[in-house]
């Protein structure tokens, strides 16, 4: 069963433009990451966010973490036709095994 | 670079026959992962491995699928017999850690067809 459900499903969006996308989870977790996969391609792990810590940044990635609501959201900034990919949160927890489970992804289109 | 390698990227077989996945994990790396990725069910975790010893391995099919790490450098999955509905990617990832304190590296994939 998946941990992390993610918000939107699909996204298309203008290239410079910001992308945000959200994810929702069920049971406490020890932290929240979040990857990237190109299509055909395995999943590359882009930003770690701890259950203590609220928010994070990475280049053009921000991200924050609400435990109180059990959600994270992933912003990316300038957005360039290369992001275009998917994008999965994962969370690990006790109520899972603390194994990582991820979400069913967001579908960005950047168009040029 | 150090990397996931798994192989082979693409398989196609027929009902019935046995399927054999490989995978090399990065070298140092004491966990492994199997995951398969379908568009109905997303990423399932199907078993994953420490210091080669499994650790959990409940969202596998028991009865026709099975994993092992004969050694620290192989990790293989099996499917015997395959079915139709076993046609996905199934994707090997390895770290280094404790998973709640380490992020994961992933193969490229195997991609699967039962036919």
């Known amino acids: 069963s998946q941990q992390g459900e993610e918000d939107p499903q699909a996204l298309s969006i203008q290239e410079g433009e910001n992308a945000t996308m959200n994810c929702s989870y069920k049971?406490?977790?020890?932290?929240l990451q979040w990857y990237r996969q190109n299509s055909g391609r395995g999943l590359v792990h882009l930003i770690l966010i701890r259950s203590n810590e609220r928010e994070k940044h990475s280049g053009r990635l921000r991200v924050t973490l609400d435990t109180s609501k059990k959600s994270s959201s992933l912003l990316i900034t300038a957005s360039r036709a290369a992001d275009t990919a998917s994008y999965f949160c994962?969370?690990?927890?006790?109520?899972?095994?603390?194994?990582?489970?991820f979400g069913g992804g967001t579908r960005v289109l950047v168009k040029p | 670079d150090a990397r996931v390698t798994q192989t082979p990227r693409h398989k196609v077989t027929e009902m019935g026959q046995e399927v054999t996945m490989r995978c090399q994990p990065i070298l140092g790396h004491n966990t492994v992962f199997w995951y398969r990725q379908t568009m109905m069910q997303g990423l399932e975790l199907l078993a994953y491995f420490r210091n080669r010893a499994p650790l959990d391995d409940s969202g596998m099919p028991k009865d026709r699928f099975s994993a092992e790490m004969p050694d620290a450098t192989l990790a293989t999955l099996k499917i015997q017999p395959s079915e139709p509905r076993d046609s996905a990617v199934y994707f090997c990832a390895s770290g280094s850690g404790l998973i709640r304190e380490d992020t994961i590296y992933f193969g490229e994939g195997s991609w699967l067809t039962v036919v």
């Open positions: 049971t406490s977790i020890n932290n």
């Open positions: 994962a969370t690990d927890g006790r109520a899972a095994g603390n194994k990582l489970t």
